[in-house]
């Protein structure tokens, strides 16, 4: 492990993650931009959820792989915490996820390590937190009810 990069869940396959994320991109529905991605998230319980951005011609509307692995999740009634997330996208550079995507992300896993690709190089990886510092989430919006 680089010392530049957060402490890897256990039991996490980080190529193997990716490798699925890559097959799972050509699956998605993006006629629009033509910019097809692919994500897989995997829980402290062990169970693995994927998605594809699905796209809309109300961009609005659109939905990003990450957010339809998380409503894959939430939907099966798992609400183990999330400790990784694979994203890959269509170009060379890694393909990060959106700041909606990192706010959901954050919501169901603080602690998550984010693996980001593209189809070439090497995968950049980092924590949700990096990715979104100062991220609000359950603990902070509970200060609000006096909790």
Known sequence: MRPDRPEEPQGIDEVELLRRARELRE???AP???FRVGAVIATADGHRFEGVNVENASYR???C????????MVSA???SEIVAVAVVGDGREPCTPCG??????????PQAVVYASGDGGQPLVAGIG???P???GPKRLAQGRGT
Do not use: K
């Open 27 to 29: 699956r998605a529905y």
């Open 32 to 34: 629009y931009s033509g």
């Open 61 to 63: 509307l659109t939905s």
């Open 65 to 72: 792989a990450e957010q339809s692995a998380i409503t894959s």
């Open 77 to 79: 009634g798992v609400r």
């Open 100 to 109: 909606a995507c990192r706010q959901t992300i954050f919501e169901f896993g």
């Open 130 to 132: 990096e990715l979104l």
């Open 134 to 136: 100062h991220g609000f």
